[in-house]
């Protein structure tokens, strides 16, 4: 198998939504390139990011169908299928392997904080249900409870199509642990932009990103230098870019990259759905102002 299974930088890409709320599909296609001439190696559609929690399900397979059908396999394109049903989320994971996707991400059950026997049998009727490949993505700070580094290694050694981590849990510790005990053959990608240089230290080959809607080209430049062992430009690479992706964090993702997107790219993408809202003035001065200081805007 290819590790980094997916490429190197997974864009985790924003959902753009029309004024009147309502998903704006040609907007989805103008980002999708945009992004792939910008450092992108794969998408990752309706992720987090792309505000899966408040699209319908006929929203979610129409946009998965109209993004598959234009990239038209010129990158690999992941779709978030997680929910914090099993039953649910298989029905999700069929119905997108149904829309001509090459991966699925799926994120731990949130809310039900269900123990690790749980997770391991959620994740493996997932398995059982779909051929194509899986991401199991880590994200305790919105599911509410941890996958353990030997629950997913477990499912790894059971399951051919597991081939993916997207660790998000922020420990440095259980990204190492996560690569001690992982079968070889599958990568471990961060799920933080701003621990990209210390996960890829202990292990991981590649990021899922929120930064790279706006900037894959310092991400792909900081893990090119740090693959070609030029540690210290890595390192002047890291300092440069961590400020960059904490201002795309100053409030809940993905509230500040949609108006970070927006600016950068003068692709319309939209206001979040409720209960996400429009960035606050403060918080978008201070974005403008990084933006401009990369000369990202003018």
């Known amino acids: 198998m290819m590790k980094p299974y ?25 980002l999708a390139d945009w992004l792939l001439a910008n450092g992108t190696d794969a998408l990752v559609i309706e992720g987090s990011t792309g505000e899966a929690a408040t699209m319908d399900m006929d929203e979610k397979i129409k946009f998965m169908e109209t993004i598959v059908k234009h990239i038209d396999g010129r990158a690999p394109i992941v779709a978030g299928a997680g929910t914090n049903c099993t039953a649910s989320t298989v029905d999700l994971a069929k119905k997108m392997e149904a829309c001509g996707v090459d991966g699925l991400l799926v994120v731990g059950p949130y809310y039900n904080k269900p123990t690790q026997e749980g997770y391991y049998e959620h994740f493996a009727a997932v398995a059982k249900a779909v051929k194509i490949p899986i991401i199991v993505y ?3 700070g919105r599911t509410g409870s941890n996958i353990a580094p030997a629950t997913i290694a477990r499912l790894a050694n059971d399951f051919d199509n597991i081939v ?69 430009d890595a390192a002047e690479l890291n300092k440069k870019m961590v400020p960059l992706a904490k201002c795309v964090f100053v409030e809940s993702n993905p509230i500040p990259i949609k108006a970070a997107v927006t600016k950068v790219t003068g692709i319309d993408v939209g206001d979040p759905r409720l209960p996400l809202t429009r960035i606050s003035a403060e918080d978008e001065a201070e974005l403008d102002e990084v933006l401009k200081a990369y000369g990202m805007v003018k």
């Open 6 to 30: 997916f490429g190197r930088l997974l864009t985790a890409m924003v959902t753009p939504f029309c004024e009147d709320g309502s998903v704006n599909y040609e907007a989805g296609c103008k």
């Open 138 to 140: 880590n994200v305790p």
């Open 164 to 232: 993916a981590v997207k660790e998000a849990a922020g420990s440095v510790a259980q990204a190492a642990e996560l690569y001690r005990v992982l079968p070889e053959r599958v990568s471990l990608y961060s799920g933080d932009d701003g621990l990209i240089l210390p996960f890829m230290a202990v292990g991981a080959c590649g990021l899922i990103s929120v930064l790279a809607n706006c900037n894959g080209r310092i991400l792909q430049d900081l893990m090119q230098a740090y693959s070609e062992g030029r540690v210290h």
